[in-house]
């Protein structure tokens, strides 16, 4: 068995409008459980690149520990990568985005390294307004320690080894909604449509863009009586909108059943056309938000889709007010300004 991906490709692949076929943002093969749903994540990441035209040396993916924290090996193989600790993820990409925020950087984690050991670092991520995707892959158990729960496991879930978890769960989505993120989805691994343009529009949400992933762990957690298993999602999933993402520079057609259509408006001037199915729910209203994932909790239903989306805020550059020119391209000139810059800020405090 060998883990060299073949060079070889078809001479005539579609390319994107930078001349990159689909081999520019693969990996290394992965090694993961074959049907592991984090690979269909990475494959939804590949296409999601792919589509916008990012030069792949523009990437940055960061990760923790756990099966979640092994797939940057297994996408984008020419952007740059760093695996740090368990749950320590979001303050190495607040340093790295704090360093070079020109960079699209993929906070990628597990519920384990999200909702345990990192669940501090995650909620002040949130604070922080960090520009990022935070995309959780999340299976309910444990799977590099043999399957254990994890905090996202719901009450009542049956293992495989047959106990059932006593423990009321941590809702990711909600939690984020709460604690004030901008931008927070949820979806699920096998849903490629839905899931493919979710990340487009995260990448291009300026400040932190959250995405829970329901990604079922085929060795430890697909079993009967599992509600994080294949089966379970499916039957149990209700989507809050089909959506598009609409770059900028493109017509606009929709091709959706009669229904109501809303639009957002990202940073950038892209948008996000939602074709609403439920009228309750209102993506840019907080409350609305949390109101439809209670609903959907209270009638044992996982609600995916773009959940809320606030365009209003800027981001952690914003907020600290940082320099136009990131920090780490800073040359002795800018930083070094002279004894005249120095007097002028020394009268600015007289």
Same mark, same amino acid.
């Given at each position: 068995?060998?883990?060299?991906?073949?060079?070889?490709?078809?001479?005539?692949?579609?390319?994107?409008?930078?001349?990159?076929?689909?081999?520019?943002?693969?990996?290394?093969?992965?090694?993961?459980?074959?049907?592991? #749903?984090? !690979? =269909?994540?990475?494959?939804?990441?590949?296409?999601?690149?792919?589509?916008? /035209? +990012?030069? %792949?040396?523009?990437?940055?993916?960061i990760?923790?520990?756990?099966?979640?924290?092994?797939t940057?090996?297994?996408?984008?193989?020419?952007?740059?990568?760093?695996?740090?600790?368990?749950?320590?993820?979001?303050?190495?990409?607040?340093?790295?985005?704090?360093?070079?925020?020109?960079?699209?950087?993929?906070?990628?984690?597990?519920?384990?390294d999200?909702?345990?050991?990192?669940?501090?670092?995650?909620?002040?991520?949130?604070?922080?307004?960090?520009?990022?995707?935070?995309?959780?892959?999340?299976?309910?158990?444990?799977?590099?320690?043999? #399957?254990? !729960? =994890?905090?996202?496991?719901?009450?009542?879930s049956?293992?495989?080894?047959? /106990? +059932?978890? %006593?423990?009321?769960?941590?809702?990711?989505?909600?939690?984020?909604?709460e604690?004030?993120?901008?931008?927070?989805?949820?979806?699920?691994?096998?849903?490629?449509?839905?899931?493919?343009?979710?990340?487009?529009?995260?990448?291009?949400?300026?400040?932190?863009?959250?995405?829970?992933?329901?990604?079922?762990?085929?060795?430890?957690?697909?079993n009967?009586?599992?509600?994080?298993s294949?089966?379970?999602?499916?039957e149990?999933?209700?989507?809050?909108?089909?959506?598009?993402?609409?770059?900028?520079?493109?017509?606009?057609?929709?091709?959706?059943?009669?229904?109501?259509?809303?639009?957002?408006?990202?940073?950038?001037?892209?948008r996000?056309?939602?074709?609403?199915?439920?009228?309750?729910?209102?993506?840019?209203?907080?409350?609305?938000a949390?109101?439809?994932?209670?609903?959907?909790?209270?009638?044992?239903?996982?609600?995916?889709?773009?959940?809320?989306?606030?365009?209003?805020?800027?981001?952690?550059?914003?907020?600290?007010?940082?320099?136009?020119?990131?920090?780490?391209?800073?040359?002795?000139?800018?930083?070094?300004?002279?004894?005249?810059?120095?007097?002028?800020?020394?009268?600015?405090?007289?």
């Amino acid at each position: 068995m060998t883990y060299i991906k073949p060079i070889f490709r078809h001479p005539k692949l579609p390319k994107n409008k930078i001349g990159y076929t689909l081999k520019e943002y693969e990996g290394a093969i992965s090694n993961l459980c074959a049907g592991c #749903g984090h !690979d =269909s994540i990475s494959t939804a990441i590949v296409q999601a690149c792919f589509d916008l /035209s +990012i030069e %792949p040396h523009k990437v940055a993916k960061i990760s923790g520990i756990g099966c979640s924290s092994k797939t940057p090996a297994f996408f984008l193989g020419n952007s740059h990568g760093f695996n740090s600790v368990h749950g320590r993820m979001p303050s190495v990409a607040t340093g790295a985005n704090l360093a070079n925020k020109d960079l699209v950087y993929f906070g990628v984690s597990g519920d384990g390294d999200t909702a345990s050991i990192g669940m501090g670092q995650f909620v002040h991520a949130i604070r922080r307004n960090v520009n990022m995707v935070y995309l959780v892959m999340n299976n309910g158990c444990y799977g590099l320690t043999k #399957g254990q !729960d =994890s905090a996202t496991a719901d009450q009542g879930s049956k293992s495989k080894a047959g /106990s +059932i978890n %006593p423990f009321q769960p941590v809702d990711l989505a909600s939690l984020a909604v709460e604690l004030g993120a901008t931008f927070v989805a949820q979806s699920f691994s096998g849903d490629k449509g839905q899931l493919v343009p979710l990340i487009k529009a995260a990448i291009h949400h300026k400040g932190f863009a959250f995405i829970n992933v329901i990604s079922p762990c085929v060795t430890f957690n697909n079993n009967v009586g599992s509600t994080k298993s294949y089966d379970y999602v499916r039957e149990h999933m209700e989507m809050t909108s089909k959506l598009d993402f609409v770059p900028q520079e493109s017509e606009i057609k929709v091709d959706y059943e009669e229904g109501e259509i809303a639009q957002v408006t990202m940073h950038d001037g892209t948008r996000l056309q939602l074709h609403k199915l439920e009228n309750e729910w209102d993506p840019k209203d907080r409350l609305s938000a949390m109101n439809a994932i209670q609903r959907a909790r209270a009638k044992e239903e996982i609600i995916t889709g773009l959940l809320y989306v606030e365009t209003r805020f800027g981001d952690l550059h914003d907020i600290l007010g940082t320099s136009d020119i990131p920090l780490n391209k800073l040359t002795a000139k800018e930083l070094n300004p002279g004894g005249a810059a120095l007097v002028e800020i020394n009268n600015g405090f007289n």
